[in-house]
């Protein structure tokens, strides 16, 4: 692989600055955004529904998931019923459980059933990703977000968990497994060669795609020029012994 543009994996844009989120949706690259309440949070918003259409106006053509933020079902599938009718674009994300560890199969199961677009979140097991695809509609189009970078942080491989999700999704073929939570540029890499269908990424997880193909040698001697720069922009001095530096 020598270009993002050969990778055959969907790369979306994860997070929850309206400019961020303009500016990579002017990289054709970027086929989808995600956010969460959390990012929205730490992006300062404050009306929720305010800021998502502003989003689904300046992005109309690209998928674009937005979540509930209820923790009892009934009100979880009132809220997705909601934000499904605010675009054509839109993904309604649902997490696995609710606060309690509650499967919330029983909502996935029927707003699958009513056409709703569903991206389900904060999965993390193969026992999960069994439970969410028989709940999915076979004519429904949906995501479920595995979260590979998290597994990663738990000291195992996400690597042959995200190739036995893969399998078990085939059952339901309009269903797209993304690997969600990437911690570096390899992971997209690791993404696309197990044959996952969706990566989401931070914007500046995402600005790294560049380096891709970097020629190695040339990036040991940038990495050396740059120690050398900040060194002398810094002005250190060793003192050492007066003709040392010809020995």
């Known amino acids: 692989m020598t270009a993002p543009a050969d990778l055959a994996i969907k790369l979306f844009a994860d997070g929850a600055d309206l400019d961020g989120m303009i500016r990579m949706y002017a990289n054709p690259l970027i086929k989808g955004f995600?956010?969460?309440?959390t990012l929205m949070r730490k992006?300062?918003?404050?009306?929720?529904?305010?800021?998502?259409?502003?989003?689904?106006?300046?992005?109309?053509?690209?998928?674009?998931?937005?979540?509930v933020f209820?923790?009892?079902?009934?009100?979880?599938?009132?809220?997705?019923?909601?934000?499904?009718?605010?675009?054509?674009?839109?993904?309604?994300?649902?997490?696995?459980?609710?606060?309690?560890?509650?499967?919330?199969?029983?909502?996935?199961?029927?707003?699958?059933?009513?056409?709703?677009?569903?991206?389900?979140?904060?999965?993390?097991s193969l026992d999960q990703v069994r439970a969410i695809t028989d709940a999915l509609d076979k004519e429904a189009p949906a995501i479920v977000s595995v979260f590979a970078g998290r597994i990663a942080d738990t000291g195992l491989d996400p690597m042959p968990l995200m190739a036995e999700a893969l399998k078990i999704m085939a059952a339901?073929?309009?269903?797209?497994?993304?690997?969600?939570?990437?911690?570096?540029?390899?992971?997209?890499?690791?993404?696309?060669q197990v044959g996952c269908?969706?990566?989401?990424?931070?914007?500046?997880?995402?600005?790294?795609?560049?380096?891709?193909?970097?020629?190695?040698?040339?990036?040991?001697?940038?990495?050396v020029q740059m120690f050398y720069g900040d060194a002398t922009a810094a002005g250190y001095t060793i003192v050492t012994p007066a003709g040392a530096a010809a020995e």
Request: glycine share 6%; net charge negative; proline share 7%.
């Open 34 to 37: 995600t956010t969460n309440p």
């Open 43 to 67: 992006a300062g918003v404050e009306d929720y529904e305010a800021f998502a259409r502003e989003v689904l106006k300046a992005i109309p053509d690209r998928p674009v998931s937005f979540e």
């Open 70 to 124: 209820a923790d009892d079902l009934p009100t979880m599938a009132t809220q997705a019923r909601v934000i499904a009718a605010w675009g054509p674009n839109v993904n309604v994300k649902i997490p696995v459980t609710n606060t309690k560890g509650e499967f919330t199969g029983p909502i996935i199961k029927e707003l699958s059933a009513e056409g709703v677009q569903l991206n389900v979140t904060a999965v993390f």
């Open 172 to 192: 339901k073929p309009k269903a797209e497994l993304l690997w969600a939570s990437p911690r570096e540029l390899l992971n997209v890499i690791q993404a696309d």
């Open 197 to 223: 269908h969706i990566i989401t990424a931070t914007n500046d997880l995402l600005g790294k795609l560049g380096g891709i193909g970097k020629d190695l040698e040339v990036f040991s001697r940038e990495t």
